[in-house]
């Protein structure tokens, strides 16, 4: 494997991991708050589609980035709704928002476009372009440093970006600011926040609301940036995988970067080689593509360490009288 070939997975790693990393910090905030948000793969999904097809309809990218991330913040009000107003179950509340937008997503895009359940191909101004940054042409001469500027990490839409600045925002907010510190006391103590006088319910529904907008970034950026228009169930369970490399950062917004880009690498590597060569050894084309899947069931069965929640996670909050 040359130094360009490497290059080039790179770039596609990045890609690959930033609706990945967007849905993983949105489940940080929500879990951080002791709310479990199995629905982050519907709020995607339900972003996916509408981005798209206002974008396809208007002609307008921003105008369809509003519209899928309007519509993923209608899912996040409902779990919050049944979630934390009704002391619903919050693993059933998301499975329940998974199949609701697995269903009318098609259901729509079959009703306003009759294409088989997908959207016209995007194109022109209803897709993100992609962005140069400064200098990348001038500093691509350099060997080594600068073909990873100008082709790994130059090159990429706006939301890619915006992914990856999220991280540190996401640390900042939550470890560096009096909110964050009361987002993390309510997931972990909920009693001895509301005894402080601070509101335990509002500061879980706005955990699920930044939730729901940071899946609709991500969404958007399936079918916007990603793709070029929405496909059925394109999400294809990126939503499970974002949980999985939530358990695997251990709730934290620098080691979910990390883990998102390797599921990111594996999924670049499954896209690029159809069979992989160790030496005497053939790994055959499925179970290249299944790597991402493999490494999501390991994580999830504990195979990374201890990863302990938060400790008020999944538990409704009931106030005392």
Same mark, same amino acid.
């Given at each position: 494997?040359?130094?360009?070939?490497?290059?080039?997975?790179?770039?596609?790693?990045?890609?690959?991991?930033?609706?990945?990393?967007?849905?993983?910090?949105?489940?940080?905030?929500?879990?951080?708050?002791?709310?479990?948000?199995?629905?982050?793969?519907?709020?995607?999904?339900?972003?996916?589609?509408?981005?798209? *097809?206002?974008?396809?309809? %208007?002609?307008? $990218?921003?105008? !369809? +980035? =509003? @519209?899928?991330? &309007?519509?993923?913040? /209608?899912?996040?009000?409902?779990?919050?709704?049944?979630?934390?107003?009704?002391?619903?179950?919050?693993?059933?509340?998301?499975?329940?928002?998974?199949?609701?937008?697995?269903?009318?997503?098609?259901?729509?895009?079959?009703?306003?476009?009759?294409?088989?359940?997908?959207?016209?191909?995007?194109?022109?101004?209803?897709?993100?372009?992609?962005?140069?940054?400064?200098?990348?042409?001038?500093?691509?001469?350099?060997?080594?440093?600068?073909?990873?500027?100008?082709? *790994?990490?130059?090159?990429? %839409?706006?939301? $890619?970006?915006? !992914? +990856? =600045? @999220?991280?540190? &925002?996401?640390?900042? /907010?939550?470890?560096?600011?009096?909110?964050?510190?009361?987002?993390?006391?309510?997931?972990?103590?909920?009693?001895?926040?509301?005894?402080?006088?601070?509101?335990?319910?509002?500061?879980?529904?706005?955990?699920?609301?930044?939730?729901?907008?940071?899946?609709?970034?991500?969404?958007?950026?399936?079918?916007?940036?990603?793709?070029?228009?929405?496909?059925?169930?394109?999400?294809?369970?990126?939503?499970?995988?974002?949980?999985?490399?939530?358990?695997?950062?251990?709730?934290?917004?620098?080691?979910?970067?990390?883990?998102?880009?390797?599921?990111?690498?594996?999924? &670049?590597?499954?896209?690029?080689?159809?069979?992989?060569?160790?030496?005497?050894?053939?790994?055959?084309?499925?179970?290249?593509?299944?790597?991402?899947?493999?490494?999501?069931?390991?994580?999830?069965?504990?195979?990374?360490?201890?990863?302990?929640?938060?400790?008020?996670?999944?538990?409704?909050?009931?106030?005392?009288?």
């Amino acid at each position: 494997m040359d130094f360009l070939t490497i290059v080039q997975i790179l770039d596609s790693s990045i890609r690959l991991a930033t609706p990945l990393l967007l849905a993983c910090l949105a489940g940080l905030f929500s879990e951080r708050a002791g709310v479990f948000d199995i629905g982050l793969e519907g709020k995607m999904l339900v972003a996916a589609f509408f981005s798209a *097809a206002i974008a396809a309809t %208007t002609g307008s $990218v921003w105008l !369809g +980035l =509003l @519209a899928g991330v &309007a519509a993923s913040l /209608v899912f996040a009000a409902i779990h919050g709704l049944a979630s934390i107003t009704f002391r619903g179950d919050q693993l059933i509340s998301g499975v329940a928002l998974n199949f609701l937008a697995a269903g009318t997503t098609v259901l729509i895009a079959q009703d306003w476009f009759a294409q088989g359940a997908r959207t016209p191909a995007l194109t022109g101004a209803a897709r993100f372009a992609p962005i140069d940054l400064p200098f990348a042409d001038a500093l691509s001469g350099i060997p080594l440093l600068g073909p990873l500027y100008a082709q *790994a990490l130059s090159g990429h %839409t706006i939301l $890619v970006y915006v !992914g +990856l =600045l @999220a991280v540190p &925002a996401t640390w900042y /907010v939550l470890f560096r600011t009096r909110f964050g510190l009361r987002l993390r006391a309510v997931g972990e103590n909920p009693g001895a926040v509301d005894t402080a006088g601070v509101s335990v319910i509002r500061l879980r529904y706005a955990a699920v609301l930044i939730c729901g907008l940071l899946c609709g970034l991500a969404g958007a950026y399936l079918a916007t940036g990603l793709a070029a228009g929405f496909t059925q169930d394109m999400t294809a369970g990126r939503g499970f995988i974002a949980l999985a490399a939530l358990i695997f950062a251990k709730w934290r917004p620098w080691y979910a970067l990390w883990a998102c880009l390797l599921f990111g690498f594996l999924q &670049a590597v499954s896209n690029r080689y159809s069979t992989i060569d160790l030496w005497i050894v053939e790994i055959p084309n499925a179970f290249v593509i299944a790597l991402p899947y493999i490494l999501t069931v390991v994580i999830l069965a504990g195979f990374v360490g201890r990863a302990t929640p938060p400790r008020a996670g999944g538990v409704p909050y009931v106030k005392e009288r």
